[in-house]
Nanobody
Framework: QVRLVESGGGLVQSGGSLRLSCECS????????MAWYRQVPGKEREFVAA???????DYADSVAGRFTISRDNDKYTMYLQMTNLQPDDTAVYYC???????????????WGQGTQVTVSS
């Protein structure tokens, strides 16, 4: 069973930055396709960004150019560097292990507990 633990969330003013981390327990982490999702109350969880085992990156249009996904396979950790944060980025952010079906990221049912990001205007 893969265990994912997110951290790094917090309260930040509009225009600010945060870096989220996701630590993974799986010893084959370097082979995993990983992603970040976010969710606000009353809405479905939405895709934010994904990174393949060889470092290929994929972003939702809403965050492209502001967020950067990365991974450190030696530390079994994935990151999300978020810049120019806006109030609409306020959500609980989750990391996920999944796969690609064609061009589409498909999440497995492996989720962390989430980390809250709140952006004030």
């Amino acid at each position: 069973q893969v265990r994912l633990v997110e951290s790094g969330g917090g309260l930040v003013q509009s225009g600010g930055s945060l870096r989220l981390s996701c630590e993974c327990s799986g010893t084959t982490f370097k082979l995993y396709v990983m992603a970040w999702y976010r969710q606000v109350p009353g809405k479905e969880r939405e895709f934010v960004a994904a990174i393949t085992s060889d470092g290929g990156e994929d972003y939702a249009d809403s965050v492209a150019g502001r967020f950067t996904i990365s991974r450190d396979n030696d530390k079994y950790t994935m990151y999300l560097q978020m810049t120019n944060l806006q109030p609409d980025d306020t959500a609980v952010y989750y990391c996920n292990v999944g796969y690609y079906s064609g061009m589409d990221y498909k999440p497995h049912n492996h989720w962390g507990q989430g980390t809250q990001v709140t952006v004030s205007s």
